[in-house]
């Protein structure tokens, strides 16, 4: 039996430019994000028979790999080689779709690690990072980006470039342990009570590169304004940092926020939050808001009845955290 680990994300700056419609064409993108810990577990055991059975928010029994309809379990079992006899559960700490928290990009990086492991194959954050972008981009036909993927790979807290060759340059941003606990007092995250679809979001967000190459431009350089206040421990220059981006976001395409997200967000910002954004493509999932730590009662107090996530930075990635027989 092998279970695996592997976190769930929050992007501070820079996310859009990770899509290849934007960083192939116009030199590059660059996101800052970091780890959390509320993670995704996979858990992988031989089955007697040949057959496979994969249980998440449904359970799925098949003979033929052919015909097991989860496509990030199917995709990562054919690039790891398996091909029957096992039997596979996810486990997510949070609702595994639509949250804004990279679940899908965090389940592939946990999948092939598990069905690697589970063949006695140990493999770099870099690799799974990168196949894990083919299972969801190529193989997949997703219209995503690359940060959730790498994010959930490596943990910690990252700036990554996006090159136009389809390259990523992965750097960690160091901080030391009790100044990434101070960062994670800064933040908090409530929930909207809304899953929604990112690949719509996405979708149009792509077609419009062109037309939004300023904006994305700008929030590229914010991913690394980002990185440098991180760097100094400058919060309150992180958090004026998410609500420029935010602004800019909320221009990219329809959809990304709404009349309710808008009043929230202002009513968290009236309690004393510096800036904020939602969280993955928009729409809905969870509310990130940076604020000094003695505003977070009284920003809870604004937002009610809306659920406050209690989470913290976390430096590690994917990992294995049992093997067994």
């Not at 309809?69 to 199917?74: E, F, P, S, T, Y």
């Not at 190459?213 to 940092?241: C, H, K, N, Q, Y």
Request: hydrophobic fraction near 40%.
């Amino acid at each position: 039996m092998i279970i695996t680990r592997t976190p769930l994300r929050i992007s501070f700056a820079g996310g859009a430019t990770d899509l290849p419609s934007f960083y192939r064409a116009h030199g590059g993108g660059a996101v800052t994000s970091a780890a959390i810990d509320r993670y995704i577990h996979v858990l992988v055991n031989p089955k007697f028979e040949r057959s496979i059975r994969v249980s998440y928010s449904r359970t799925e029994n098949v003979d033929r790999l052919e015909d097991l309809q989860h496509g990030l379990v199917r995709e990562a079992m054919r690039v790891t080689g398996l091909r029957e006899a096992v039997e596979v559960h996810t486990i997510a700490d949070i609702p595994s779709e639509g949250t804004g928290l990279g679940s899908s990009s965090t389940l592939t990086v946990g999948l092939l690690n598990a069905f690697y492991a589970y063949q006695g194959i140990l493999k770099e954050p870099a690799e799974l990072a990168r196949e894990a972008c083919e299972i969801e981009i190529d193989r997949l036909g997703g219209v995503l980006g690359k940060q959730d993927q790498y994010i959930a790979a490596f943990g910690g807290i990252q700036f990554f470039e996006f090159r136009p060759d389809d390259s990523v340059r992965v750097a960690p941003i160091p901080l030391a342990t009790r100044d990434r606990d101070a960062l994670s007092d800064h933040l908090s995250l409530f929930y909207t009570g809304i899953t929604r679809k990112a690949q719509p979001l996405l979708q149009r967000q792509s077609e419009r590169t062109s037309e939004n190459r300023p904006a994305l431009e700008r929030m590229r350089e914010l991913a690394r304004e980002a990185r440098d206040a991180l760097v100094r421990t400058d919060f309150r220059r992180l958090g004026e940092i998410l609500d420029e981006g935010w602004a800019l976001k909320r221009g990219l395409s329809s959809g990304v926020s709404t009349e309710t997200i808008d009043v929230q967000y202002a009513s968290a910002k009236s309690a004393g939050a510096w800036g904020g954004k939602i969280t993955g493509a928009g729409g809905g999932g969870f509310l990130l808001l940076f604020h000094p730590p003695e505003r977070s009662h009284a920003i809870a107090q604004a937002l009610a009845p809306m659920e406050r996530l209690p989470v913290r930075i976390t430096p590690e990635g994917s990992r294995i955290l049992f093997v067994g027989r």
